[in-house]
C-alpha cells in the first residue's frame, strides 16, 4: 500500500484551475444514517401529496360521450373520413390504417346493417356500387353542404374548428347520393357506443388505438386542448388539464417548440433538442472555458461542506487505509 | 485502487460495537443498512469531509424514487388502469407514483447541479457524466409514455398531438402507435425501466469505482 501523502491524479485539480479555497478532504465515517430519515421524510411528503394534492385524472373521452355533446362535429369528421380530408387520412400510411372512410364509416355500418334497418343497407349498397369519383363527388358536395349551417368562428383568441349545427342537417339538399344516409346512421352508431366497440374489436390487443385516432378526427378534441390552454404554442408542454402542477422539467424543449425558428416543426424540434443534449454532454464538461465555469465562479464553495468554527472533524475509522488525505489549503 | 474491506481491523472499526461506540446507538441503527447484506459490502464505509453536504445526498434520494417508482408502478401495472383510475386506493398510490416522478426529476437536477457546480464531470468522470445524461434523456422519455400510459384524456391527446414532433418516423418505424395504450404501458412498464435500471447500475458502479471527486 502506498504511503505517499498525495491526492489521487483524477482528483487533482487540473493544470491552471487551482484550487481557490480550502476543502477538508479527510476521510469521515459516511452520513448514512441520514438516508432512512430523509427516506421516511419523503415518503411521509409523497403520501400526503399523494392523498390530498391527488394528481391529473381527467377522464378519458369516449366516442359515444364526444358525439352526444357534439353530434355535428362528429357528422363532419365521418363526412371527412369519405373525402379523406380528415388527420388520419392524411396520416393513413403512417398509422398503417386501411382507406379511413372504409374503417370508421362503412366498415362499422355493414356490420351493423342487420340492426339499422333495411334503408341503411340498401344506403350502402348504393355507394358502394357506385365508381370512386362518385363517391367522391357526392361526399365533397355534402362536406361543402354541412359548411353552411356551420356557425362563423367565434375569434378573438385561439383558433378552433366549428362544428355544423347538427339540428339542421335534415335541411340539407343536394347531389349526396346516399352519403346523408351514411353519416346520421354511423353518427347514431357513434353515439350509442356501438362504433366504439368495433373499432376496439377489429383491432384486439391495441387498446384504444383506433378510437383515439377517430377522436382526434372530430373537433372536440383540439377544441378542448385549446379551450384549457393546451397546444404547443400555449406552453401546453408544461401544462396538465385542471391541474396547477405540470412537466415543468420539459421547459426546455418548450421554449425550443415555441421561441426558436421552426421549433414548431417536428424536424426542426428534434434538431434543436439534439442539439441541447450534445452542448450538455460534450460541450459543457469538454470545451476549455466553459468546462472551468464553476470554478470560475466559485461555486464548489457553495456546496461543499466545511467545518464551523471550532468543530472537530472526528477521526477517519479508515485512516491506515488513507494515509493521504490531508486537510488541503490554498496554494 | 479499492481496498478489500474484509481485513480484521476494517471489520473492527465499522462493527456494530465500534459505531455505537462512536456515534451512539441511533446512528448506528439507521446506517446499518449500510453495513448488512445485501449493500455491506458495495458502499464505501467513509466519504470525504467536504462530501458531508446535503448536496452531495441527491444522487442517493434520486436512485431513492426510482425505487420507489419501480415498486408503485410494479403494483400499478399489476392492478391495472380500472383499478387506479376508479379505487380510492388505488388513486392515490398513483397520486404517489406521479409524485415520485416528479421528485425524481427535481433532485436529479439538483445532483445536475451539484456534479456540475464541483467539476465532477472531469478526466475519467465524463464517462459517468455521459451515463448520467442518458438517464435524464431515458427518464423524460420514461415519463413521457407513462403520460401516455396514464388512460386518461390527456393521454389520448398528447398520443395525437405529439405524433408529428416526437415521432418524425412514421409511428417509431411503424413498431408501435402512440395512440395504441397497450403499446405505451408495455413500453413504460417492461421497456424504459429495464434500460434506465441498467443505466443507473453502471453509473453507481462508476462512483463506486472513481470515488467521490474533489472540488474544482
Known sequence: MSTTPVAPLEEQPAAGEPSEAAVVTQHVRHAYWKYPIIALALAIVLGLLGAFAGSPNSPR?????????????????????????????????EFGLGPPGELFVTGPLRSFSPLLGGNIAAALAQYQAAPSSQQATWANNYLKALATITPESMGGGMETAMSPDYAKINTLHGDFGPVPTLIKADVQLARTGHLEQYLEARDPGHTLHLVTIWLYDHPKMLNDAVANGLTDDQWGMVKERGYSVGPW??????????????GVTGTGFVLWNLLVALLFIFALPLLPGVRSLPRLLRLPRLIVRRPMAGEEIPPDPDAGRHPELQEVGPP | MAQPETTETTSDVHGYRARVAEHGRFRAVMESFAYLPPFGGMFKKTSPFYAESYWYCMGGITFLMFVYLT???????????????TNSVGMVLKSTHYWAAQAFFFFLVLHLIRVWA??????????????????????????????????DWESQFVAMHSDDMLFTQPFFFHLFSPANFTADLAIHVAVIPVILFGLIIAHLTLVRLQGIARPL
Open chain 1, 61 to 93: 373521452a369516449t366516442i359515444a360521450q364526444t358525439t352526444r355533446q357534439d353530434p355535428g362535429g362528429a357528422a363532419l369528421a365521418l363526412t371527412q373520413e369519405l373525402t379523406r380530408m380528415s388527420a388520419s387520412a392524411g396520416n393513413q400510411q
Open chain 1, 249 to 262: 422539467y420539459l421547459i426546455i424543449p418548450a421554449i425550443i417548440h415555441v421561441e426558436f425558428p421552426n
Open chain 2, 71 to 85: 415498486i408503485s408502478g410494479i403494483i400499478l401495472a399489476w392492478l391495472g388502469p380500472f383499478w387506479w383510475l
Open chain 2, 118 to 151: 464541483t467539476g465532477a464531470f472531469r478526466g475519467r468522470r465524463w464517462l459517468n457524466w455521459l451515463l448520467g445524461s442518458a438517464v435524464l434523456l431515458l427518464g423524460l422519455g420514461e415519463n413521457l409514455f407513462g403520460l401516455l400510459a396514464r388512460g
